[in-house]
């Protein structure tokens, strides 16, 4: 599950373009129902409690950008319903995204 986000995040970086159709099929793979819904906690370097986005957030993120760059709108309005359903503590944003 980490090496095909990791992947993702290679792919978005390394091309000029947004390389929706590559993203879409790697995040394909992850199975959206098995990915925790448990925002990410751990103390920085500076000593701070931080939090950061679940895997299932993530995976809502990245899907919904996809499809909206392909120009699938109407799956990409649903699985955005259904991350709003979902998820309870949205990060970076997303629940402003996803609305």
Request: net charge negative.
């Amino acid at each position: 599950m980490k090496t095909i986000f990791r992947v993702i995040d290679y792919i978005i970086k390394s091309r000029a373009s947004y390389p929706a159709n590559d993203i879409i099929n790697w995040v394909d793979k992850l199975d959206m129902n098995g990915l925790s819904q448990e925002p990410f906690t751990f103390i920085g370097d500076d000593q701070k409690h931080r939090e950061i986005q679940s895997d299932q957030e993530k995976w809502f993120a990245i899907k919904t950008k996809a499809l909206e760059k392909n120009g699938v709108y109407e799956e990409c309005i649903e699985l955005c319903e259904k991350a709003l359903l979902n998820i309870s503590k949205f990060h970076y944003s997303n629940d402003i995204w996803f609305k």
